[in-house]
T-cell receptor, first 115, second 113 residues
Framework: DAGVIQSPRHEVTEMGQEVTLRCKPI?????LFWYRQTMMRGLELLIY????????DSGMPEDRFSAKMPNASFSTLKIQPSEPRDSAVYFC?????????????FGDGTRLSIL | GDSVTQMEGPVTLSEEAFLTINCTYT??????LFWYVQYPGEGLQLLLK?????DKGSNKGFEATYRKETTSFHLEKGSVQVSDSAVYFC????????????FGPGTSLSVIP
């Protein structure tokens, strides 16, 4: 079975450039999460969606970050303009909410380096 | 607010040693508790869970018991292997939230032959 698919796996770009990270959740899942992981701050929840609707975006660091989920099978996280402090591993996860506890399934992440 | 605290790492053990990673939590109500594991270069994956007090979650030789009186969920394994080297995250989910999970900071484990 296909898991959560993230692309690209690695991204290196210069500061000021726009960065778009992509996520395809597991088919049938109705919740989607974006996380950022760094050595200093650990794993941070940025935003999560339920049935394509953003439920909580309080973790989005600032206006340079935006996330969309135009349909049940695709989401993007965009950073514009990017800064070196945005360098991190970004994870997408999905789950099936509303049926007891269903675990979150994580993608393998996008390792982002902003020079 | 809700939070999860774990023992600081890194933890280094010899193969076949006994493992304990401490985890305590703060939450209102009756949260579900989890351990996730992250192998190098991969995302997190669920290791085990417990949904009510005194439940014991177990998987792959790992165990953890939901202790409401001490608000703890310590991870244990009787005999670790080199392949258990990873980062372990304790986490909770409140019963009233959609599916939001609160993760602890993670504990890195290295098992040497």
């Amino acid at each position: 079975d296909a898991g959560v698919i993230q692309s690209p796996r690695h991204e290196v770009t210069e500061m000021g450039q726009e960065v778009t990270l992509r996520c395809k959740p597991i088919s049938g899942h109705n919740s989607l999460f974006w996380y950022r992981q760094t050595m200093m701050r650990g794993l941070e929840l940025l935003i999560y969606f339920n049935n394509n609707v953003p439920i909580d975006d309080s973790g989005m660091p600032e206006d340079r970050f935006s996330a969309k989920m135009p349909n049940a099978s695709f989401s993007t996280l965009k950073i514009q303009p990017s800064e070196p402090r945005d360098s991190a591993v970004y994870f997408c996860a999905s789950s099936l909410a509303g049926q007891g506890y269903q675990p979150q399934h994580f993608g393998d992440g996008t390792r982002l380096s902003i020079l | 607010g809700d939070s999860v605290t774990q023992m600081e790492g890194p933890v280094t053990l010899s193969e076949e040693a006994f493992l304990t990673i401490n985890c305590t939590y703060t939450a209102t109500g009756y949260p579900s508790l989890f351990w996730y594991v992250q192998y190098p270069g991969e995302g997190l994956q669920l290791l085990l869970k417990a949904t009510k007090a005194d439940d014991k979650g177990s998987n792959k030789g790992f165990e953890a018991t939901y202790r409401k009186e001490t608000t703890s969920f310590h991870l244990e394994k009787g005999s670790v292997q080199v392949s258990d080297s990873a980062v372990y995250f304790c986490a909770l989910k409140r019963e009233t939230s959609y599916d939001k999970v609160i993760f602890g900071p993670g504990t890195s484990l290295s098992v040497i032959p």
